[in-house]
């Protein structure tokens, strides 16, 4: 499995960012996918995951109810919607997928910059 993220950039505090990760390959054995992330000096840490079939999400404590994460099977894609955004959510954000039960896969990152 393979995965490519987009929609990365720069935003202000407050604004609104769309992260997508297109899935390719053995899509069909992809289980739990997620968003991890890592800013500079930091370890990387989980920010959101998704089920298989989109029906039970978790977040990280820093971003519940700005954040929300979801998956289009039919187009292999999933999507992190980031509202309210802080500069402390300045990272490089990396997209996950379990598959085959026990094959991990990542994306190459896209960064957010949110300015102050």
């Known amino acids: 499995v393979q995965l490519v993220e987009s929609g990365g950039g720069l935003v202000q505090a407050g604004g609104s960012l769309r992260l997508s990760c297109a899935a390719s390959?053995?899509?069909?054995?992809?289980?739990?996918m997620g968003w991890y992330r890592q800013a500079p000096g930091k370890e990387r840490e989980l920010v959101a995951r998704i089920s298989s079939g989109g029906g039970s999400t978790n977040y990280a404590d820093s971003v519940k109810g700005r954040f929300t994460i979801s998956r289009d099977n039919t187009k292999n894609t999933m999507y992190l919607q980031m509202n309210s955004l802080k500069p402390e959510d300045t990272a490089v954000y990396y997209c996950?997928?379990?598959?085959?039960?026990?094959?991990?896969?990542w994306g190459q990152g896209t960064q957010v910059t949110v300015s102050s």
């Open positions: 996950y997928a379990r598959w085959g039960l026990r094959y991990d896969s």
């Open positions: 390959g053995s899509t069909f054995s992809i289980n739990v």
